[in-house]
């Protein structure tokens, strides 16, 4: 198990960036498959981005293709999520997760870290 914080958050404007981090805390997450999730009030945690660590492929979710950016710094050990041309829509809790398995559903993924807000005004 590998435990995962969050951070980066905040308030921005439509059409504004930010970018997220992820770090793990006790182990690293070098062997395993990570993710970004969003969840908006009344609404399902969905993926954003999935990330293989075997290869190295990223899976988006249609709504942000383009528009983020998943990487991985290996060196350093953390993952990130750039977020560009934002859109009130983009209002979510933002999660990272990591996982064994690949996959990209919640289900599949075990370690959660707390969540970020991220919030974008119109």
């Known amino acids: 198990q590998v435990h995962v914080v969050e951070s980066g958050g905040g308030l921005v404007q439509a059409g504004g960036s930010l970018r997220l981090s992820c770090a793990p805390s006790?182990?690293?997450?070098?062997?395993?498959?990570m993710a970004w999730f969003r969840q908006a009030p009344g609404k399902e945690r969905e993926l954003v981005a999935a990330?293989?660590?075997?290869?190295?492929?990223?899976d988006y979710a249609d709504s942000v293709k383009g528009r983020f950016t998943f990487s991985r710094d290996v060196v350093n050990d953390r993952v990130y999520l750039q977020m560009n041309k934002l859109k009130p829509e983009d209002t979510a809790v933002y999660y990272c997760?990591?996982?064994?398995?690949?996959?990209?559903?919640?289900?599949?993924?075990?370690?959660w870290g707390q969540g970020t807000q991220v919030t974008v005004s119109s």
């Open positions: 997760a990591a996982s064994v398995i690949y996959g990209m559903g919640p289900d599949e993924y075990a370690d």
């Open positions: 990330n293989s660590f075997n290869g190295g492929a990223t």
């Open positions: 006790g182990r690293t997450f070098i062997n395993y498959n």
